[in-house]
């Protein structure tokens, strides 16, 4: 067991995928000598050169386009993007190319692409780049949409992406780049299934990504008041596993939805949906859900803080689901 | 003022041999002669510029301090760019109006904002305060390359208005940088100036870097070349030469406003400084490339050509240090002063007539805040 950070778990998967199957490279802007806008690719251009380390124009729709022509053709591209913000200069290549050309090839063609972005708010980096946007992708039939949260996905979930027929795109949660934790080898993990972090039988907290950490903590400080509280890390966005949700939810007879996305048309309505139409008559209170205030993200420290879903959210979230007063 | 004729600028044709650009002022302050640019400033002018060369330098080095010490969230330098920027900013007309990136600081500074205006901005006290169309100078622009669309329907729109064509025609500027030039909004934007003749004049400083990328990864020709295959003149300038980068701009803006149509200036410069303060660029340069530049210093080659003119002396000299040192302990002083927005303005701007989901959130988050009134006694 060493201890690693969330960066360093996905370079290793990085430098991992390259040495096992030479059809992998990587692309995106300032991946090559600067190792990335985050350092995840720090290293890896000394190790396998600018053919496969490949620094590219600033042109976010090329590299993704660039990424499909490359997969179409056999290879097995990650593309970078420096935050999901950005990838929307590339919508058009993800969602009405990527997305929808096994369908319009009448399915011979798959494409195997992984594109990695970074997600989420927290570093006062203000609007343009603080976005959580993964739960939109969630919408698109064709995608694959993964959200790891701890280490051992960071590490784990590229190999199987790049192993996917699917276009899979990674959210990498800016917050958790330093992050540390324990890896136990560093093997392979499933793409398909939500984790259950936490056991506990009074409510069911659901977060991904960032809001996996926030979701514990809550779920700590409510274990000190006597609730006990399960905590279910989605980590597959799309396609979403309701039977890890409902079995949860039907053991807890609550469910609290944590995202950092806005809750209107977002991920978190869609679960709150899928548990309303599956478990209804098994809740005893209505689904809530701490997101995102309904604003762009504000770049003042204070008021981003503000903005965000925040334990203390949670846990009165929580508490309201239970019918317990605060105070 | 300047002259210049642009049927003469750039363009197509085979690809001069690097540096070929248009210079007036060599880094030795040597004043040099071109066949189709000139400046023909009074003494008082030339010190002028020199004055704002040196302001803007130390304005923007007191906000990259601030950010050191915590008090700002990021600073995007514009040190080694002056040149290009006062040069640019100066040859504005009062009527023509200007899209900035997120480093055009010492622009800013020659429309007559206030210098504490983007301080403000990056240290999230409020969205960048100026009024655009009282000063003629747009908001930042964060997403790289997307005022150039912007510029690009404004000036559309001057040209629906009438108003262009004479000298009291308007021109609109767009700035941005070379990694910008591969982004398709700036490429789009190039075809739609083109076909609808657009008054505006597309100014890309070109630093040699997008962030850790150097400049051949952004392209094989001279950016400015890329202007013939659009349909309009480009031109190089040395951006380290305030008196060429303000000729330059003044004629291609007069061009715009008389209804010439749109150009590109590449004002070949160099990024002294990190991309912002989030960045250390040792990590992708070598030193004797900084100190190559620093020899051709925008700033060094003024005060060589006034002191060779006599055109000012060390007194003189000595007193814009001066006034520079104290418009930035001025600056620090009100940054240091201002106070943090009121968390509830958070909801405010999302909406001009707020919104029904938007206003429950913000009468919820105002409970709260009210939850801690007393809490203090």
């Given at each position: 067991?060493?201890?690693?950070?969330?960066r360093?778990?996905?370079?290793?998967?990085?430098?991992?995928?390259?040495?096992?199957?030479?059809?992998?490279?990587?692309?995106?802007?300032?991946v090559?000598?600067?190792?990335?806008a985050?350092?995840?690719?720090?290293?890896?251009?000394?190790?396998?050169?600018?053919?496969?380390?490949?620094?590219?124009p600033?042109s976010?729709?090329?590299?993704?386009?660039?990424?499909?022509?490359?997969?179409?053709?056999?290879?097995?591209?990650?593309?970078?993007?420096?935050?999901?913000?950005?990838?929307?200069?590339a919508?058009?290549?993800?969602?009405?190319?990527?997305?929808?050309?096994?369908?319009?090839?009448?399915?011979?063609?798959?494409?195997?692409?992984?594109?990695?972005?970074?997600?989420?708010?927290?570093?006062?980096?203000?609007?343009?780049?603080s976005?959580?946007?993964?739960?939109?992708?969630?919408?698109?039939?064709?995608?694959?949409?993964?959200?790891?949260?701890?280490?051992?996905?960071?590490?784990g979930?590229?190999?199987?992406?790049?192993?996917?027929?699917?276009?899979?795109?990674?959210?990498?949660?800016?917050?958790?780049?330093n992050?540390?934790?324990?890896l136990?080898?560093?093997?392979?993990?499933?793409?398909?299934?939500?984790?259950?972090?936490r056991?506990?039988?009074?409510?069911?907290?659901?977060?991904?990504?960032?809001?996996?950490?926030?979701s514990?903590?809550?779920?700590?400080?409510?274990?000190?008041?006597?609730?006990?509280?399960?905590?279910?890390?989605?980590?597959?966005?799309?396609?979403l596993?309701?039977?890890?949700?409902?079995?949860s939810?039907?053991?807890?007879?609550?469910?609290?939805?944590?995202?950092?996305?806005?809750?209107?048309?977002?991920?978190s309505?869609?679960?709150?949906?899928?548990?309303?139409?599956q478990?209804?008559?098994?809740?005893?209170?209505?689904?809530?859900?701490?997101?995102?205030?309904?604003?762009?993200?504000?770049?003042?420290r204070?008021?981003?803080q503000?903005?965000?879903?925040?334990?203390?959210?949670?846990?009165?979230?929580?508490?309201?689901?239970?019918?317990?007063?605060?105070? | 003022?300047?002259?210049?004729?642009?049927?003469?600028?750039?363009?197509?044709?085979?690809?001069?041999?690097?540096?070929?650009?248009?210079?007036?002022?060599?880094?030795?302050?040597e004043?040099?002669?071109?066949?189709?640019?000139?400046?023909?400033?009074?003494?008082?002018?030339?010190?002028?510029?020199?004055?704002?060369?040196?302001?803007v330098?130390?304005l923007?080095?007191?906000?990259?301090?601030?950010?050191?010490?915590?008090?700002?969230g990021?600073?995007?330098?514009?040190?080694?760019?002056?040149?290009?920027?006062?040069?640019?900013?100066?040859?504005?007309?009062e009527?023509?109006?200007?899209?900035?990136?997120?480093?055009?600081?010492?622009?800013?500074?020659c429309?007559?904002?206030?210098?504490?205006?983007?301080?403000?901005?990056?240290?999230?006290?409020?969205?960048?305060?100026?009024?655009?169309?009282?000063f003629?100078?747009?908001m930042?622009?964060?997403?790289?390359?997307?005022?150039?669309?912007?510029?690009?329907?404004?000036?559309?729109?001057?040209t629906?208005?009438?108003?262009?064509?004479?000298?009291?025609?308007?021109?609109?500027?767009?700035?941005?940088?070379?990694?910008?030039?591969?982004?398709?909004d700036?490429?789009?934007?190039?075809?739609?100036?083109?076909?609808?003749?657009?008054?505006?004049?597309?100014?890309?400083?070109?630093?040699?870097?997008?962030?850790?990328?150097?400049?051949?990864r952004?392209t094989r020709?001279?950016?400015?070349?890329?202007?013939?295959?659009?349909?309009?003149?480009?031109l190089?300038?040395?951006?380290?030469?305030v008196?060429?980068?303000?000729?330059?701009?003044?004629?291609?803006?007069?061009?715009?406003?008389?209804?010439?149509?749109?150009?590109?200036?590449?004002?070949?410069?160099?990024r002294?400084?990190?991309?912002?303060?989030?960045?250390?660029?040792?990590?992708?340069?070598?030193?004797s490339e900084?100190?190559?530049?620093?020899a051709?210093?925008p700033?060094?080659?003024?005060?060589?050509?006034?002191?060779?003119?006599?055109?000012?002396?060390?007194?003189?000299?000595?007193?814009?240090?001066?006034?520079?040192?104290?418009?930035?302990?001025?600056?620090?002083?009100?940054?240091?002063?201002?106070?943090?927005?009121?968390?509830?303005?958070?909801f405010?701007?999302?909406?001009?007539?707020g919104?029904?989901?938007?206003?429950?959130?913000?009468?919820?988050?105002?409970?709260?805040?009210?939850?801690?009134?007393?809490s203090?006694?």
């Open positions: 067991m060493a201890d690693t950070t969330y360093e778990a996905i370079r290793e998967a990085i430098r991992e995928a390259m040495r096992r199957d030479e059809r992998v490279f990587l692309m995106g802007e300032d090559g000598p600067y190792g990335g985050f350092g995840v690719s720090l290293g890896l251009l000394e190790e396998f050169g600018p053919e496969r380390i490949r620094d590219t600033l976010e729709s090329a590299f993704v386009g660039a990424g499909i022509g490359a997969a179409l053709g056999g290879m097995r591209p990650i593309v970078e993007v420096m935050t999901v913000n950005f990838s929307l200069l919508l058009d290549q993800i969602i009405n190319n990527a997305a929808t050309l096994l369908h319009m090839s009448g399915g011979q063609f798959a494409v195997p692409l992984v594109i990695r972005m970074t997600t989420g708010a927290g570093r006062q980096l203000a609007a343009q780049h976005h959580s946007l993964e739960g939109w992708y969630a919408h698109i039939p064709g995608l694959r949409i993964l959200a790891p949260a701890t280490v051992a996905d960071a590490r979930m590229l190999w199987p992406a790049l192993r996917c027929p699917d276009p899979v795109l990674i959210f990498e949660y800016g917050g958790l780049y992050a540390s934790g324990e136990d080898g560093g093997a392979a993990v499933d793409i398909d299934t939500a984790a259950v972090r056991p506990g039988s009074d409510v069911t907290i659901i977060g991904y990504g960032g809001t996996l950490s926030t514990l903590t809550a779920a700590d400080r409510l274990a000190d008041d006597g609730i006990d509280a399960e905590v279910v890390d989605l980590r597959t966005l799309r396609p596993d309701d039977a890890t949700l409902l079995d939810v039907r053991r807890t007879h609550r469910a609290v939805i944590v995202d950092e996305g806005w809750r209107s048309g977002s991920l309505a869609e679960i709150s949906a899928r548990i309303t139409e478990a209804f008559y098994d809740l005893d209170a209505p689904v809530a859900r701490v997101c995102s205030a309904e604003v762009p993200i504000p770049y003042a204070h008021m981003e503000a903005a965000l879903p925040q334990p203390a959210g949670v846990v009165a979230a929580v508490r309201a689901a239970l019918g317990r007063s605060d105070g | 003022m300047a002259k210049g004729d642009r049927t003469k600028a750039g363009g197509g044709g085979t690809a001069p041999p690097e540096p070929e650009f248009v210079q007036l002022l060599t880094p030795d302050g004043r040099v002669a071109h066949p189709d640019y000139t400046v023909d400033f009074t003494d008082e002018e030339y010190r002028g510029l020199y004055r704002d060369l040196v302001i330098r130390k923007d080095a007191e906000a990259t301090a601030l950010q050191r010490q915590g008090e700002l990021i600073w995007a330098s514009l040190l080694g760019q002056e040149a290009a920027q006062v040069g640019s900013g100066r040859a504005l007309r009527q023509d109006m200007a899209f900035p990136t997120y480093r055009e600081h010492g622009v800013l500074y429309r007559g904002i206030d210098p504490i205006m983007p301080l403000g901005l990056f240290r999230g006290v409020n969205q960048g305060g100026w009024d655009p169309n009282a003629k100078f747009n930042y622009t964060i997403v790289i390359g997307a005022q150039t669309l912007h510029a690009t329907g404004y000036a559309m729109g001057i629906k208005d009438g108003r262009v064509g004479g000298g009291d025609g308007e021109a609109v500027i767009a700035y941005f940088g070379d990694g910008a030039s591969s982004q398709g700036v490429n789009e934007a190039f075809v739609w100036a083109s076909v609808f003749n657009a008054p505006i004049v597309f100014f890309c400083q070109n630093n040699q870097y997008a962030i850790s990328e150097p400049i051949e952004q020709v001279p950016l400015y070349q890329r202007a013939a295959g659009f349909g309009f003149p480009g190089r300038v040395d951006g380290n030469d008196l060429a980068s303000y000729a330059v701009t003044r004629a291609a803006l007069d061009a715009a406003r008389q209804g010439q149509g749109p150009s590109l200036i590449e004002a070949y410069t160099y002294m400084g990190a991309h912002t303060t989030s960045d250390d660029p040792t990590r992708y340069r070598i030193a900084l100190d190559a530049w620093q051709k210093d700033i060094k080659r003024v005060r060589a050509f006034l002191d060779k003119q006599q055109l000012a002396d060390e007194a003189f000299f000595a007193e814009v240090d001066a006034q520079a040192q104290r418009e930035a302990t001025h600056l620090r002083e009100r940054v240091l002063s201002m106070p943090n927005p009121h968390p509830e303005q958070l405010d701007n999302v909406y001009p007539h919104s029904p989901l938007l206003d429950a959130e913000r009468a919820e988050f105002a409970d709260y805040l009210a939850s801690f009134e007393g203090a006694n």
